[in-house]
């Protein structure tokens, strides 16, 4: 069993930056591949990134590359998501999930409560 608790969202002007954790419980945290999912109000869950579990492979969805970094530090059960160029269409709650890998929610065990992330114009 993992739990998951994000922290890091805030309102933040376009152009600036977050950085967004996920702390994990559990023994088995360095087992685990993981994901970043955002969710803006009246869409569906969208995959942001994943990263496995030695944290050497990273996925990153075509919207988000180039701006955002996934990274975890398996000594401190924390994965992390580094959010750079803000733009107001990243606007949205943002989920990790923990126990599965690539861009379907469906393949996760895992999710945390979600940090709201508002970019302003």
């Not at 945290?29 to 969208?46: L, T, V």
């Not at 959010?83 to 599965?100: E, F, M, R």
Request: proline share 3%; glycine share 12%.
């Amino acid at each position: 069993q993992v739990q998951l608790v994000e922290s890091g969202g805030g309102l933040v002007q376009a152009g600036g930056s977050l950085r967004l954790s996920c702390a994990a419980s559990g023994r088995t945290f360095s087992s685990y591949s993981m994901g970043w999912f955002r969710q803006a109000p009246g869409k569906e869950r969208e995959f942001v990134a994943d990263i496995w579990s030695s944290g050497i492979t990273t996925y990153y969805a075509d919207s988000v590359k180039g701006r955002f970094t996934i990274s975890r530090d398996n000594a401190k059960n924390t994965m992390y998501l580094q959010i750079n160029s803000l733009k107001p269409q990243d606007t949205a709650v943002y989920y990790c999930a923990a126990g599965g890998w690539g861009p379907d929610p469906d393949a996760y065990d895992y999710w945390g409560q979600g940090t709201q992330v508002t970019v302003s114009s």
